[in-house]
């Protein structure tokens, strides 16, 4: 590792949310930061963009962050980020049955002390005390695989804790890394619900965290660069010698860091003998053109049919399905129309479908197994000057949002020797 503020540079390679956190905490350290990215816009796989399908800027998927992200305050807070996060002022989650027409709210109290658990009007319908007892053991450290540790049945489990884990992990949470889903619970619901409100970006993601960055960085003249590939890294020596951008190996300084911010499939195929998650869970959103009906809840979880949550913007109405292997390559159209049903059941809306759109991210995350998560490598590498960001990461948590943003800080201490 090098010596504390070694690095006067650094050349960052990706600017999705965890290149961009490198990139904001080294600049305020005063390290002269570049930043590249092959696509045409930063953000990675939390990016917005305007649809001409339905005619208004939509994410690419509905990310969710809680209110006790410490990352998430941090950075946005650093970048002077002002569009707020919306959500309830409480830890409330409410659900919905498709099958009965049944619903409920869990309503999670604010302090560290659960309380609401012995409140049947807060807990989950036809439970009891007793049947959030066995959670005690997903607090674990131990790694292993969730169903080693909790059986995977009871109201508890199939309408609180399985929807919470596979939004949470991208995985089926029985499969799940018991490892990870003890650090999210022990960061989120074991602090109370103050830790634990869901905290969603309106009116986009771009708007609450990447273009804030991007202004940010702007205004200190770093450089970010788009539509520039990294292609190859020369090494030499213990460190980088240089970088291939396409148009032959540029010399990289001794004085000079480098940060890979880029997928795991693109960092293996750079980096020899770079140990990564290979399996992958896909992500499947629909998006529908359509004002969210009056008392809609920003937020509900769906049993019964095909999408599993349901956001309600202004402007539109989304949906997301985790770990979406199973219906990754159906029909578009399909799709949306069996998405819409579920809407409208939920919503009790009698309308035909509006303009949609349908968006799929078939390696959304890495799969958040114990295997996978053993594969996941530090920030710092083998070689002196070259470092490695993302969520997929060894974090400590699964491919979220704030798990990006902490890889990004991560890696800017590495960089400045801590």
């Known amino acids: 590792m090098a010596d504390a503020l070694s690095f006067s540079r650094a050349t960052i390679a990706g600017a999705g949310l965890a290149g961009l956190s490198a990139a904001v905490a080294l600049t305020e350290a005063d390290v002269v930061v570049t930043v590249a990215d092959a696509a045409a816009q930063a953000g990675g796989r939390c990016r917005s963009y305007h649809d001409p399908q339905l005619g208004m800027t939509i994410d690419n998927g509905n990310h969710l962050v809680l209110s006790g992200n410490p990352a998430v305050a941090r950075f946005r807070a650093l970048i002077g980020a002002t569009t707020p996060l919306a959500g309830p002022e409480h830890a409330d989650f409410t659900f919905h049955d498709l099958r009965d027409g049944a619903r409920w709210t869990v309503r999670i109290n604010d302090g560290p002390i659960p309380w609401w658990i012995a409140a049947p009007g807060r807990r989950v319908p036809g439970s009891g005390i007793t049947d959030y007892l066995p959670l005690a053991k997903l607090l674990g450290t131990a790694e292993g695989r969730i169903d080693a540790r909790i059986g995977p049945r009871g109201a508890v489990w199939s309408h609180l804790i399985e929807p919470v884990l596979l939004a949470a992990l991208n995985t089926a949470p029985a499969e799940g890394s018991a490892r990870l889903a003890a650090n999210v619970l022990r ?232």
């Open 187 to 418: 960061e989120t619901i074991a602090k109370g619900g103050r830790a634990m409100r869901p905290r969603i970006a309106e009116p986009s993601l771009g708007a609450a965290f990447i273009d804030p960055a991007l202004a940010w960085l702007a205004a200190r003249n770093t450089s970010v660069t788009l539509g520039r590939r990294l292609r190859a890294i020369a090494l030499g020596d213990g460190r980088v010698t240089g970088l291939d951008w396409g148009a032959g190996v540029e010399p990289v300084a001794p004085d000079q860091a480098v940060i890979l911010a880029v997928p795991p499939w693109v960092a293996t195929t750079l980096i020899p003998g770079l140990r990564a998650p290979d399996d992958f869970r896909a992500i499947v959103n629909g998006h529908f053109a359509i004002p969210a009906p009056a008392g809609a809840p920003a937020m509900l979880g769906l049993f019964g049919g095909t999408a599993e949550w349901l956001f309600a913007f202004p402007d539109r109405l989304s949906v997301t399905v985790s770990a979406a292997d199973r219906i990754v390559d159906m029909d578009r159209e399909a799709l949306a129309r069996t998405f819409w049903a579920d809407i409208c059941t939920a919503l009790s809306i009698d309308a035909p479908m509006p303009a949609w759109q349908i968006v799929k991210e078939k390696r959304a995350t890495f799969a958040a197994t114990p295997e996978q998560n053993a594969k996941r490598p530090p920030a710092a590498t083998r070689w002196r000057n070259l470092f490695l960001a993302g969520d997929w990461t060894d974090t400590g948590l699964p491919a979220t949002i704030e798990g990006a943003l902490r890889s990004g800080e991560t890696v800017a201490r590495r960089v400045l020797g801590g």
